[in-house]
């Protein structure tokens, strides 16, 4: 029966071993028993196909009159084969058996004899049996997995006689020309994508010589026609009955070139010089911004929304290389322009807030929320963090290119001001953030739950202020101390301001050393390029720095005058009467700390009423300020960590992380991440903050970190804990790189980390 010789067959081509009989026997053994469609009309219209059930009815509706004469013993296959299967099972395992032996073929594992043999069952089947026809003709069958399957076959088809010929099949390219002119006329157009998406995806996977010349033959007689194809698609009427639904066909259509555009992006880097059809989607990005703007699906708009993001985190190859920020290949640095300048021509037409973001389809596996989950009113959070990196980054690169301060800054505050207010209506602030959340606290928020997000937008936003700094630095005319002051107040307003941000990050992560290690050594974010810029910058602005934290400190309400505290204030505060000394300690922090004039944003200056009203929004009440230091209480305690293990010079000790590692290397790279444990006392851990004991604790202890001696004035939490952090994150590296496991030379940045350090003992010495 045919099914057991199929089996066997497919067993066979698995192991790579030689087949036992002819090829003419084997080529006819996979012949698909489709009806061909006439002689130069591959049009993929809809033909009759075998029946779902087995028996004599599916032979008799099937021409045979194709197979070859010397397998005359399987023209009636399908007539005796077993009820059990059905000639689409048998289909499906023709299929199969066509995509295996095609990557067989190729494969330089397989022996070259039982390669050859292949090929000779490949030539009888486009020779004698029109295969390609044949597959052709499945790409628009109502069955979705057969024309999926067909899609796979005849993709694989026509990049093996690419790389062997070194030809195009004529009739694949007809069939492909003729559906995309058609549109939306024609029929077999979602196939017609798919295939083509299929092949792009085998050419990227040959090493990048060879692929570049694979794709100039398969995409430069379709490059005009995708050109205009992309025109048609995506300026059709999408209000229209056919995009109610994501399973129609006109979505089908939609969601297939939406894989192509992907796959033709990815292609890009293979060639130095871009087809036109590479570079579509940048050059008239407005079409894809008007699109996600229409009625169409919730499920095409996430993709679009998706593939944008894609777009502004591409790299050419040689970028990716050499690991440098911006584009050096013109065309490319050309087509990020061009899309920069389309996105946040929208955004300043407050587009952002004209799309809705659906809670549902987030979920994993289905549309529906997770038992006890409750989704209403919630925000996709994986579409609000694209959209906003998509802005972040048209913002990054259309300042990047601008040569004067005046070209940009209107531009760039009205976009963030749009982003800003993107990210209240669909963010998340967390339970311990204040109600009216800092600008520079939405980064860290929006983007915590996906590290390579959140770094890929905390870089964008350090270059837009370093690029600003410059302009500024270039400028002819030094900028008086009013205009100086104006200027930080607008880097907070507009949520940029680089020691904020990081300042936030730390807060969420309870200032984990550990976690800043695994950025380092993870090779998913851009964060050791991130912390480069951002060290270097601290150098620069090391009172800028101080001044943010002493902001943070006061509003946490652990900022303290010079005054120690008496006894009576350090006794332990019961839970009923904390809130109130929260807000006690607010109010004298108000009154008794010295104004920052460093940092205008934080301290109004009287006639700045810009100034004075962020000052009054970002003031805490009573609940708020009990809230923040619960949120204070929350954060690790390394105070209270025991010590796991005692090195063999007794002067170190191990801390446990908070992720585990799955390999060995991780093991080790988690048992060396420590700190110096120090029995003097001058112990600068005695000095951290650490949360409120219950009641009857002695009295002496309590609040004693916060102001223990005459001699700091005042203390500094916030401060210390920053560069405790990073300080610990230098101690743990340079102990990884002393023992040849750390995964890349940190020199640059252990001397960055060690200057850090040397600024901040020099405002505190020992």
């Not at 109610?244 to 292609?267: C, H, M, V």
């Not at 087809?275 to 008007?290: A, G, H, M, P, T």
């Not at 916060?706 to 916030?718: E, G, H, N, Q």
Request: proline fraction near 5%; hydrophobic fraction near 40%.
């Amino acid at each position: 029966m045919k099914i057991s010789l199929l089996q066997q067959m497919y067993k066979d081509v698995l192991a790579g071993v030689p087949l036992a009989r002819e090829s003419h026997h084997y080529s006819s053994l996979i012949n698909l028993c489709v009806e061909q469609p006439p002689e130069g009309d591959e049009s993929c219209h809809q033909k009759p196909l075998p029946s779902p059930a087995g028996g004599s009815e599916s032979h008799q509706d099937t021409d045979m009159s194709d197979v070859v004469a010397a397998a005359d013993d399987l023209s009636n296959s399908f007539a005796n084969m077993s009820s059990s299967f059905c000639p689409r099972e048998v289909m499906l395992l023709q299929l199969t058996l066509i995509k295996m032996m095609l990557a067989k073929a190729q494969s330089q594992e397989i022996e070259l004899h039982t390669r050859q043999q292949y090929c000779e069952i490949f030539v009888l089947l486009l020779k004698e049996a029109k295969i390609d026809s044949k597959l052709i003709h499945l790409l628009g069958c109502d069955d979705r997995l057969l024309s999926h399957m067909a899609s796979q076959s005849l993709a694989s088809l026509v990049y093996f006689q690419l790389k062997e010929e070194d030809a195009l099949n004529a009739r694949w390219l007809r069939s492909s020309l003729g559906a995309l002119l058609g549109f939306p006329g024609s029929a077999g157009v979602p196939g017609c994508l798919r295939t083509l998406t299929a092949i792009l995806k085998e050419t990227l996977k040959d090493a990048p010589g060879a692929a570049a010349g694979v794709l100039k033959k398969l995409l430069a007689p379709l490059d005009a026609v995708l050109e205009g194809f992309y025109n048609a698609i995506l300026l059709h009427h999408f209000d229209s009955h056919h995009y109610t639904s994501p399973y129609s066909e006109a979505a089908n259509t939609l969601i297939s070139f939406i894989d192509l555009l992907e796959a033709l992006l990815a292609s890009r880097m293979e060639l130095e010089l871009p087809l036109r059809c590479q570079r579509i989607l940048f050059l008239k990005v407005s079409y894809v911004l008007n699109i996600i703007n229409s009625s169409i699906p919730y499920v095409i708009k996430k993709k679009f929304i998706l593939l944008l993001k894609k777009c502004v985190l591409y790299k050419s190859r040689e970028d990716a290389k050499s690991g440098s920020l911006f584009l050096q290949t013109p065309s490319l640095c050309e087509d990020m322009l061009a899309l920069s300048n389309a996105v946040l021509q929208v955004v300043n037409l407050s587009w952002l807030n004209q799309i809705p973001l659906s809670g549902k389809s987030s979920c994993f596996g289905s549309s529906e929320a997770a038992p006890g989950h409750d989704s209403q009113g919630a925000s996709d959070q994986t579409v609000l963090r694209a959209l906003s990196l998509v802005v972040l980054k048209a913002l990054e690169f259309k300042i990047h290119n601008s040569a004067t301060e005046a070209e940009i800054k209107g531009d760039f505050e009205s976009s963030m001001c749009q982003l800003l207010m993107f990210w209240r209506s669909h963010g998340k602030p967390s339970p311990q953030s204040h109600p009216a959340v800092h600008p520079c606290e939405w980064l860290s928020l929006v983007f915590m739950e996906q590290d390579d997000d959140m770094w890929e937008a905390a870089k964008a936003l350090l270059l837009i202020y370093l690029k600003f700094d410059r302009l500024q630095c270039d400028a002819a005319d030094k900028p008086s101390q009013k205009e100086e002051e104006s200027r930080k107040f607008l880097v907070h307003a507009g949520g940029y301001n680089p020691h904020c941000i990081f300042l936030f990050f730390l807060e969420k992560i309870a200032f984990d050393s550990t976690v800043l290690l695994d950025f380092l050594i993870s090779s998913e974010t851009c964060f050791l390029e991130y912390l480069v810029r951002y060290l270097k910058l601290l150098g620069k602005e090391w009172q800028q720095f101080v001044d943010v934290c002493t902001y943070f400190d006061s509003r946490h309400g652990t900022f303290r005058s010079v005054r120690p505290p008496h006894r009576e204030e350090r006794s332990c505060l019961s839970g009923e009467s904390l809130p109130n000394a929260v807000c006690e300690t607010e109010a004298r922090s108000a009154m008794c700390s010295a104004p920052c004039h460093n940092c205008p944003v934080f301290t109004a200056q009287q006639g700045d009423n810009g100034a004075a009203a962020w000052n009054r929004s970002d003031s805490l009440t009573a609940a708020d300020s009990a809230a923040l230091l619960g949120a204070l209480q929350s954060l690790v305690n390394y105070d209270s960590s025991e010590d796991s293990e005692v090195e063999s010079d007794g002067k170190e000790c191990l801390v446990n992380t908070k992720q585990s590692p799955s390999n060995n290397e991780g093991e080790v790279r988690r048992r060396e991440t420590g700190c110096s444990c120090r029995d003097d006392d001058q112990n600068p851990r005695t000095s951290q903050v650490s949360p409120p004991k219950p009641k009857g604790c002695p009295a002496s202890s309590c609040w004693t970190c916060m102001a223990s001696s005459d001699k700091i004035a005042p203390l500094r939490v916030m401060l210390y804990k920053s560069t405790k952090c990073l300080e610990e994150l230098q101690e743990a590296i340079s102990r990884l790189q002393r023992r040849n496991l750390f995964p890349y030379n940190p020199s640059a940045l252990l001397k960055l980390l060690s200057h850090v350090e040397k600024m901040s003992k020099s405002m505190n010495p020992q």
